[in-house]
């Protein structure tokens, strides 16, 4: 589906469906029953579980470090990696 498509079912722009997919824009919750009534899916499906998150930085950090990697160096770890995902989100 187009973004010109999904607009028009939702009654809106291509520019609002854009900055919807961009982050630029949050939608409201009329908008997000809309589009699981448009795409037959569940509300719920928008929202991971806790079982499906994506990990978070700290988590991931954790996950590629030594034993012997002290708090201080893996606090400017995660800093490094947040700094980077700043900075790839502004592009």
Do not use: C, W
Not at 6 to 29: C, F, P, W
Not at 77 to 83: C, G, L, R, S, V
């Amino acid at each position: 589906m187009t973004q010109d498509q999904l607009a028009d079912k939702l009654g809106t722009t291509r520019q609002t469906i854009s900055r919807y997919e961009n982050g630029d824009r949050k939608t409201t919750q009329d908008v997000l029953f809309e589009l699981a009534g448009i795409f037959h899916k569940s509300v719920n499906d928008f929202f991971p579980d806790e079982d499906n998150r994506a990990p978070s930085t700290a988590d991931v950090v954790a996950a590629h470090i030594d034993d012997d990697t002290s708090e201080t160096e893996q606090e400017q770890i995660i800093n490094f990696i947040e700094a980077l995902k700043k900075a790839r989100n502004q592009d």
